[in-house]
């Protein structure tokens, strides 16, 4: 039964932690340029799974990190991912798609996100993945799990 009561636990908090995440992604406003949420590619994106007693939480789209930090400056962005978060938010400028998202690929090569330069922790991520939320809505109640199942035996037992 423990083991039960552990997995439907553990099943709980990845689904809670993800959905939250999907969340934090739609409506967050962290930046005050509106929510992350573009497309749905990062919401779509995140998995869980048990397996080997573990669980496994991810994302399949490389670049969640940069919800949470932000992207530093370096490198240029490639051209088309920005080219389709213009088209898929919907912006309107008198310079050509294509042109705008050059500027902006060197303005974020030269100088890194909004988020970055406001010192990233947007908490989209971090909300759900830290201790203090994983001992509240996974430790605790695994190890309330597992005392109630003891005492089930024991007052079984004794009876």
């Keep these: 039964m423990a083991v ?3 997995v439907f636990v553990i099943e709980k908090f990845a689904q809670d932690l993800v959905a939250g995440i999907r969340e934090n992604i739609r409506t967050k406003n962290v930046t005050g340029h509106g929510p992350m949420h573009t497309t749905g590619a990062a919401e779509d994106s995140l998995f869980y799974r048990i397996e080997d007693n573990a669980l496994i939480i991810g994302s399949k789209w490389k670049y969640i990190r940069v919800l949470e930090d932000g992207r530093r400056p370096g490198k240029f962005v490639p051209l088309a991912p920005i080219e389709k978060w213009l088209s898929d ?3 309107a400028s ?3 798609r294509k042109s ?3 500027l902006i690929s060197r ?3 030269n100088e890194g996100t909004a988020l970055y330069k406001q010192g990233g922790n947007s908490g989209i991520l971090s909300e759900y993945i830290n201790l203090q939320y994983i001992h ?3 430790t605790e109640p695994l190890g309330k799990a597992y005392i109630d199942e ?3 035996i024991l007052f079984k037992t004794s009876v």
């Design 89 to 91: 938010k919907n912006i």
């Design 136 to 138: 509240k809505n996974l």
């Design 94 to 96: 008198n310079i050509p």
């Design 4 to 6: 039960l009561a552990s």
């Design 150 to 152: 003891v005492t089930g």
């Design 100 to 102: 705008l998202a050059f």
């Design 107 to 109: 303005k974020i090569k």
